[in-house]
């Protein structure tokens, strides 16, 4: 996953969804799925685009985010879709970058704590209770044999609930909007939200500061969400996302 920097074809049916807008493609991820930003035809939105997979569909993440945007800050859907083989979301733009754009790279310290206090402020947001979506170690593990991921067996037995909250899902820093203030803005990327253990995302939120910003960033992330680090939890949680 990174912002690219060759160029990027830009698939027919972006080039639909812009309607004349001019495109700037932003992200592309794992799937082969891109982001576009697209200005200049009244007020700038977002395109995601990607081929269809296993693990989650862009009509989930649609869901979830007209669900939370009760709640907290994050993009307002305004059209999604799909055929065969790809689906897309069109969103308003919200005016701050992600986490690990080059200018917030530069400033690790304001960036990590952007993050450890939107996801803090994300879990004390969401009602557990009303939350339609589940998390949990066993729907990873199932949605992750479903993928012919083999899981092993130790991860099956996962530590004891801390505390339950509505879960990211994906929170590593590149889904926290930070604004030009260098305070977090809003979250994006929630396909996969739903409820689980906090430690879920504090561990693969602490964990990604290493791929977006070197070493040495965990504990400052674990602090900024305001919580002890609890290294058994963390390294439970870091396995499981890096197995299934
Ligand atoms: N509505 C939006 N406003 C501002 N930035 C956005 C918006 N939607 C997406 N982005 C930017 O595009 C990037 C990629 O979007 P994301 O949903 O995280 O895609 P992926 O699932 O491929 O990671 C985000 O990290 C964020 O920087
Ligand atoms: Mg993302």
Same mark, same amino acid.
């Given at each position: 996953m990174t912002i690219p920097t060759d160029d990027v074809v830009v698939p027919d049916r972006v080039r639909l969804l812009a309607r004349g807008a001019d495109l700037e493609c932003v992200w592309r991820n794992d799937y082969g799925g891109l982001t576009f930003r697209a200005t200049g035809q009244g007020d700038p939105f977002f395109?995601?685009?990607?081929?269809?997979?296993?693990?989650?569909?862009?009509?989930?993440?649609?869901?979830? $985010?007209?669900?939370?945007?009760?709640?907290?800050?994050?993009?307002?859907?305004?059209?999604?879709?799909?055929?065969?083989?790809?689906?897309? $979301?069109?969103?308003? +733009?919200? !005016?701050?970058?992600s986490a690990v754009d080059p200018r917030w790279v530069a400033e690790p310290a304001v960036a990590v704590r952007a993050v450890g206090e939107a996801l803090r402020a994300m879990h004390d947001a969401l009602p557990v209770a009303d939350c339609p979506w589940d998390w949990s170690v066993s729907s990873r593990i199932e949605n992750a044999e479903r993928r012919g991921i083999v899981v092993p067996d130790h991860l099956r037995t996962a530590p004891e609930i801390d505390l339950l909250v509505v879960s990211h899902g994906d929170a590593c820093c590149p889904n926290t909007l930070v604004?030009? !203030?260098?305070?977090?803005?809003?979250?994006?990327?929630?396909?996969?939200?739903?409820?689980?253990?906090?430690?879920? !995302?504090? +561990?693969?939120? +602490? $964990?990604?500061?290493?791929? @977006?910003?070197?070493?040495?960033?965990?504990?400052?992330?674990?602090?900024?969400?305001?919580?002890?680090?609890?290294?058994?939890?963390?390294?439970?949680?870091?396995?499981?996302? @890096?197995a299934a």
């Open positions: 395109i995601k685009w990607g081929p269809r997979n296993l693990e989650f569909t862009l009509s989930d993440e649609a869901e979830r $985010m007209q669900w939370a945007s009760q709640w907290i800050t994050v993009p307002t859907v305004l059209e999604s879709g799909g055929d065969e083989t790809h689906e897309w $979301m069109v969103t308003a +733009a919200l !005016d701050g970058l604004g030009d !203030d260098g305070r977090w803005l809003a979250h994006v990327d929630l396909a996969l939200l739903g409820v689980a253990d906090r430690w879920a !995302d504090i +561990a693969v939120a +602490a $964990m990604s500061t290493e791929w @977006n910003y070197g070493p040495g960033w965990e504990d400052a992330l674990i602090e900024a969400y305001g919580v002890e680090p609890d290294r058994e939890r963390l390294a439970y949680y870091r396995e499981l996302w @890096n």
